[in-house]
């Protein structure tokens, strides 16, 4: 990988853009809602318009992260952009919500390469005791990224048209291709032996997850929990696991080698980042409609409270290499681990009515500090322990579990909220009290089970080993 001043960060500067781009289109059609539907109706159907960007991202990463080992990081990120781009295009041009909802599956293809890669990429480009300020840097664009979408799809939907959502990412996306033809430098791609691609498996994965999403989507909703459907899509996922499972076993080359979860310093960090991205959406999902409902805050200031965790996270992340240089990857992930803990414990404990905004605005800091310090030990750890050949398949294992994370995260949150908080609000629809009560009620048993999970990342972390301070940049080969 280049070491030259200048190409480092020009290419730095294409991997930031690309990131942004993918993690603004994750939610960007979200405040867009009432115009697509009102332009192509079908109104039932446009929940999937992020589902299947999300399951596409999801699912692609692990494929993506093998042909990063085997073809090079260079045409996987430049192909997988361009695949992002044409689905933007074709996203413009949705004639009906059927349509628009595949093209949201083609574009977010296209992001699964971007996110994986670029975090193997960033790997690549920087020794571990530099990769805390490139994790910082890559925190920040994620969290602007993350208010930025919403706002951007309103924004625009409301004073343009909701097609520009989609067009916008056009010259953007082409400038950073353009970035990285130029200084991403085509020798020092170092593609291994390639094997045959596992078809089999991305399509158990793809069918698995498909079905997964759907029963946490729609369980409670289209239909009750304890429900004929309900059971049925259960059994079906269920039956799916086993069946990718033994595919995987079999194939010659899976999407996730073996050996990845047969090293504990491997699977550790990858089950912890699973979780890491279940308690991460919490807050995302349920803090705004608690500032609004309980505490009396407007839109945009109901959103504010998420500003502490914003500006946590990627200032945390900048320290987040001095202290894994001074007490290792494992120290580190302990203690981004209990403060992330301490963090939603004491959330779950502020919700009561009658609060305020300043202190949930300090737990939000004080959780995003967490978040800053772990997720770099964790990500910078797994690099640190393999070599070129197989950075690519754990980085991308990694965010395919972050991502999943994300994913069981939002169903189980949102269903442990919606059981004490719209419950409630249906039943007492006429008293502002008890239907704040209830809300609160809501968020604390939400928040309450993201502190138990956080404590089951420190469990998880206690069984790996201690991990020397680093004092020089090294590696260990892959298997």
């Known amino acids: ?10 290419l730095l500067a294409a991997l930031l853009l690309v990131m942004f781009l993918a993690a603004m289109d994750s939610a960007v059609t979200a405040t867009a809602a009432p115009q697509i539907v009102a332009d192509l109706g079908e109104g039932p159907a446009f929940s999937w318009l992020l589902s299947a960007y999300v399951l596409a991202a999801t699912v692609s990463v692990p494929l993506y992260g093998r042909l990063a080992d085997t073809h090079g ?10 695949l992002f781009l044409a689905g933007s295009a074709l996203c413009a041009a949705g004639w009906n919500m059927p349509a628009l909802v595949a093209f949201r599956f083609v574009q977010g293809l296209g992001a699964g390469a971007i996110q994986g890669t670029v975090q193997t990429v960033a790997g690549d480009l920087y020794e571990p005791h530099e990769r805390g300020r490139i994790q910082a840097a890559l925190a920040s664009v994620w969290s602007v990224a993350a208010l930025a979408g919403p706002a951007a799809g309103g924004a625009l939907a409301q004073y343009g048209h909701w097609r520009a959502i989609f067009l916008l990412n056009l010259p953007l996306g082409l400038l950073a291709v353009w970035l990285l033809v130029r200084r991403f430098p085509v020798e020092d791609v170092r593609g291994g032996p390639a094997g045959p691609l596992d078809w089999r498996g991305a ?3 793809l069918t698995t997850c498909t079905t997964l999403m759907t029963l946490l989507s729609q369980g409670g909703t289209a239909w009750p929990w304890l429900s004929v459907p309900s059971a049925s899509l259960l059994v079906l996922f269920l039956a799916l696991v086993l069946i990718t499972t033994r595919i995987e076993r079999r194939a ?22 699973g979780l890491l991205g279940m308690v991460m959406v919490a807050p995302l999902l349920l803090l705004p409609v608690y500032a609004q409902t309980v ?7 109901g959103a504010a409270v998420l500003a502490g965790m914003t ?9 987040s290499s001095r202290l894994y240089l001074r007490i290792g990857f494992r120290g580190a992930a302990l203690t981004g681990a209990a403060t992330v803990t301490v963090a939603l414990a004491a959330t779950a404990a502020l919700t009561t009515t009658g609060a305020h905004a300043a202190p949930f605005l300090a737990t ?4 995003g500090i967490g978040l800053g310090l772990l997720q770099p030990a964790l990500l910078v750890g797994v690099q640190a322990a393999v070599d070129w050949d197989g950075r690519g398949a754990v980085t991308a294992n990694l965010m395919f579990c972050r991502e999943t994370g994300q994913c069981l995260g939002a169903a189980l949150f949102g269903a442990l909220f919606n059981a004490a908080g719209n419950q409630g609000i249906a039943a007492a629809a006429h008293c502002a009290a008890a239907c704040e009560h209830h809300v609160a009620a809501g968020l604390r048993h939400a928040y309450a089970a993201g502190a138990g999970f956080a404590a089951a990342m420190l469990l998880l972390l206690l069984t790996t080993r201690r991990t020397p301070a680093l004092s020089a940049p090294g590696t260990k080969k892959a298997p």
């Not at 990988?1 to 020009?10: E, I, L, V, Y």
């Not at 990120?77 to 361009?82: E, F, N, P, V």
């Open 295 to 301: 505490l009396g805050l407007g839109p945009a200031a």
């Open 311 to 319: 500006f946590g996270w990627p200032t945390a992340a900048v320290f």
């Open 73 to 82: 990081r260079r045409p996987v990120l430049i192909g997988g952009t361009l």
């Open 1 to 10: 990988m280049t070491k030259d001043p200048a190409g480092r960060r020009g």
């Open 364 to 367: 939000s800091t004080l959780l």
């Open 203 to 205: 399509l158990g994965l």
């Open 252 to 273: 010659a080359e899976p999407l996730v080698p073996g050996w990845v979860w047969k090293r504990r310093d491997l699977a550790v960090p990858s089950l912890v980042l």
